[in-house]
């Protein structure tokens, strides 16, 4: 199909530091966990129990203590008792990332412009879920969720539009700059309006939802076919990763880490190509979560994929 643009699964370099383990299936724990690992991030999913550990080698996760290294802190009890925002939660892969945290025991701020939407999402997250009407391209909207949010301690900017494949010589600027609006100029407003509440926070943590799509290295490279479809979209997540760098160095005094994160081809309505694809919004949730969740020696300005290999600018 013209245009089409597939955002890849398996980015081809991993981190040799970092290592997960996600996604595993009706509960069932991890087992073996080889290599030179600093910390190891698992994520038992749909039962959402997610924990870090400060391993060194080879380590044993079994539901039990690893078998080298330590635990680098109770984070089921961290989690229960830390408050999480997520814009777009209604639907898609912000409402996945949203059900997995509630159901790990956060108060999670579901984000949602039209509040009837937002409501039954909320209902089917379930846990401490709460509606937080917000419409990231309005100022009254955002200023009056961030009044209501006195306490926050995870920002998860998901959030964002697509349009469709045109290249730039075709795209209409009206409709640009509505994708901007939302995808880099919406993260912004948010991000300084919830930012007096995150530095209040003990372990503060910011994840750009982001995508592959917007690497410049590999829209060079051979990832992607050489058309420039979805020039509008891929810019504007081109954009939100230099946002993302300029806020982790802008911030890091204040301890608060910001990342991006590549959440690969999803199933989801972000346009044609999601719609058709048959990947699973919540392998993306579980990358966001990771991000979410980083241990306060872990990695702030960079870009990661869903499965946690780097991904390059």
Not at 114 to 134: F, S
Not at 270 to 286: I, K, V
Request: hydrophobic letters at 45%; aromatic letters at 6%.
């Amino acid at each position: 199909m013209r245009g089409q643009l597939h955002e890849p699964l398996c980015p081809p370099r991993r981190l040799p530091s970092y290592a997960h383990v996600v996604n595993k299936r009706a509960g069932q724990p991890a087992t073996e966990i080889g290599g030179d690992v600093r910390w190891v991030l698992v994520a038992w999913l749909p039962a959402a129990a997610v924990w870090a550990a400060d391993v060194g080698g080879a380590a044993r996760l079994n539901g039990g203590p690893a078998r080298t290294g330590q635990a680098r802190r109770d984070s089921l009890g961290t989690m229960q008792n830390s408050v999480a925002l997520v814009t777009g939660a209604n639907k898609g892969i912000g409402k996945e990332i949203a059900r997995h945290l509630a159901a790990a025991g956060l108060t999670v701020y579901a984000g949602s412009r039209d509040a009837a939407r937002g409501q039954r999402a909320v209902e089917e997250i379930g846990g401490d879920a709460r509606l937080l009407v917000l419409d990231v391209t309005d100022a009254t909207s955002i200023d009056g969720a961030a009044r209501r949010v006195g306490t926050l301690d995870i920002l998860i900017n998901n959030a964002g539009v697509s349009g469709d494949d045109k290249t730039a010589d075709r795209e209409d600027l009206s409709a640009m700059r509505r994708i901007y609006e939302t995808n880099v100029f919406g993260v912004m407003a948010v991000t300084n309006a919830f930012l007096p509440a995150l530095r209040r926070s003990a372990h503060p943590r910011i994840v750009n939802i982001s995508s592959g799509t917007g690497s410049l290295a590999w829209a060079t490279g051979p990832q992607f076919p050489h058309r420039g479809s979805y020039a509008a979209y891929r810019s504007s997540k081109t954009a939100l990763n230099a946002l993302t760098v300029f806020y982790a160095h802008a911030l890091a005094g204040a301890g608060i880490k910001v990342n991006a994160l590549a959440p690969g081809l999803r199933r989801t309505d972000l346009n044609a190509t999601a719609t058709a694809s048959g990947g699973d919004p919540a392998e993306a949730a579980a990358g966001a979560i990771r991000l979410a969740l980083l241990p306060d020696d872990g990695p702030s300005g960079e870009f990661f994929s869903w499965d946690g290999t780097a991904v390059p600018w």
